[in-house]
């Protein structure tokens, strides 16, 4: 609620909720009756709300990362990894409600043991740097219950990814927060099966062949030219944007089967049209953190996009509602000074008051004045006489806010890129140390000792150096400049945000001037019908 020049601002309750109580029901007996039959998410807009979040990301033993650790770790387990001999035990891990793993046509029947599938996975990858395992995070809707969500995400799973030729290890996650997110990890592994049970290739060399259809000869490299080719589709752009719109159709058609409105999107905002700017991810580490109320830069990030895109969205509606009683107003061919009407309006309260059955205090009186006092104020301040001049003031704050929310969208998209990139920079700067003597080693016994002793530093420098590489395209690494243009877009943007927040104010004034006008109009044409009929009756 906030607070306006007439009083405070009632949440918006839909009209369907108001047919589900009792006639008569007040304000805020109705709110209470819908916060016993809905929960918060239900009651968010007045609708329920799904969300979409679908992420896809490859576990690669390059990265440091182990696909027997990562299976424990979203399962809840205690798994014993046969290549290196690690023990990952993730048995006190709480929030996850459900495992299991489906195996598609070809594989091993003991595969649907989760020790045994991952260490064979393990097993067939034979190089330093192999990929292990895709990963595909989904968000599940509160609106299910738990039993209805298990069954969504199999089905989803099967037909999407299984029934394709790949294993599955889902484990879904609820972490019974104060904010439900309950979600699901799913493994996929990357290699196909042959018949006989055997793992496939994930992909193959074919000779480049000329016009005569005979190999082509490299003197330089003293070998026959080829090419990579991959056995699947399974890497492909075009098959990840396939599965994500493949799981917006799956929670589309459930969330309509089951009459619950809202529909989602699988496109980001910026191709969906929107202007909004979405939320980054958090990752474990962050979420963790803040789950135990350590605020971090991730979450700092995110809530200054969430109450950036609610300012917006609420101005936005405000406006909209606003050149709605507007345009039924002038409808009425009447031009009356409208600080005529309001002043008209405070004459007539104790009337108005009476007609409804009400007795206001000398408290409740003055509060009125200061009202009025402060409308008039704005009309007087702006130069607005009458409807029309009203509606073009309206048309003036409509244009000067979208002309704001364009800024403050492509703003807010720089900043959290600034931040990504320093966020970058911390996992840069302490590893690059590891990383430069590392290459500087020739022996080649030497080297490969001291990656043992340092991969973990020297990846992360590699991750965080090939971010840099795709972000930059080779531009220089410049923390400092960051920093300096971060702290300045973050003065520009509190300086546009409170412009908003006067565009709002203002807007809600014009609201609450045309809410008075149209009651004044209602009483005072009651007031005539009245007469009316007392007049017909002395006749």
Request: charged share 30%.
């Amino acid at each position: 609620m906030k607070n306006t020049p007439f009083g405070r601002r009632a949440h918006f309750i839909p009209q369907k909720w108001y047919r589900a109580v009792p006639a008569g029901t007040g304000y805020l007996a109705l709110l209470l009756e819908m916060k016993k039959r809905h929960t918060p998410r239900e009651m968010k807009g007045g609708i329920f709300i799904a969300t979409y979040h679908y992420s896809i990301k490859i576990i690669s033993r390059g990265k440091g990362k182990s696909a027997v650790g990562a299976a424990a770790y979203r399962s809840g387990q205690k798994l014993t990894n046969e290549y290196d001999g690690l023990t990952h035990d993730y048995t006190r891990k709480g929030g996850v409600v459900h495992t299991e793993i489906l195996l598609p046509e070809h594989a091993p029947q003991e595969y649907a043991d989760r020790s045994t599938l991952w260490n064979a996975v393990e097993k067939v990858e034979k190089a330093r740097n192999s990929q292990l395992a895709r990963e595909i995070e989904i968000s599940l809707p509160n609106e299910l219950s738990r039993a209805e969500n298990i069954e969504l995400a199999r089905r989803f799973v099967r037909e999407t990814f299984v029934s394709k030729g790949m294993c599955a290890d889902i484990c879904i996650h609820d972490p019974d927060h104060e904010q439900p997110n309950v979600h699901a990890h799913i493994m996929l592994t990357l290699r196909p099966f042959n018949e006989d049970g055997t793992w496939g290739d994930k992909q193959r060399k074919e000779y480049i062949l000329d016009a005569a259809g005979n190999k082509i000869y490299d003197k330089k490299k003293r070998t026959y030219k080829c090419r990579t080719v991959q056995t699947t589709d399974w890497n492909s752009r075009d098959k990840a944007e396939e599965w994500r719109a493949s799981w917006a159709d799956f929670l589309n058609a459930e969330l309509a089967a089951r009459g619950i409105e809202g529909r989602v999107d699988h496109r980001s905002f910026e191709r969906q049209g929107k202007l909004e700017q979405p939320t980054i991810h958090m990752g474990v580490s962050a979420t963790q953190m803040e789950r135990k109320g350590i605020r971090t830069e991730k979450g700092d990030i995110n809530r200054r996009i969430r109450v950036q895109n609610a300012e917006l969205h609420r101005l936005q509606a405000e406006l909209e509602r606003v050149n709605a009683a507007i345009a039924e107003l002038q409808k009425r061919p009447q031009e009356e000074n409208l600080v005529s009407i309001l002043m008209r309006f405070y004459g007539n309260g104790e009337k108005f008051a009476e007609a409804r059955g009400l007795e206001f205090g000398n408290l409740k009186k003055a509060q009125k004045l200061r009202d009025v006092s402060q409308a008039v104020a704005f009309l007087q301040g702006n130069h607005i006489s009458t409807m029309t001049e009203l509606s073009e003031k309206h048309a003036a704050l409509e244009s000067e806010y979208r002309e704001l929310k364009t800024k403050i969208i492509a703003r807010q998209k720089r900043m959290k890129e600034l931040s990504e990139l320093l966020n970058n920079y911390e996992h840069y700067k302490p590893n690059k140390a590891a990383y430069d003597e590392w290459q500087s080693i020739s022996n080649p016994k030497k080297k490969e000792k001291y990656y043992a002793a340092h991969s973990s530093e020297i990846e992360v420098f590699k991750a965080a150096r090939s971010m840099y590489d795709e972000v930059l395209g080779g531009g220089k690494i410049t923390p400092k400049a960051w920093r300096a243009e971060l702290a300045e877009l973050e003065k520009e943007n509190g300086t546009d945000m409170f412009r908003l927040r006067e565009l709002e104010d203002n807007t809600a004034t014009m609201a609450t001037i045309l809410y008075n006008v149209e009651h004044l109009q209602a009483f005072e044409d009651r007031q005539q019908d009245i007469q009316k009929k007392r007049n017909n009756a002395l006749e």
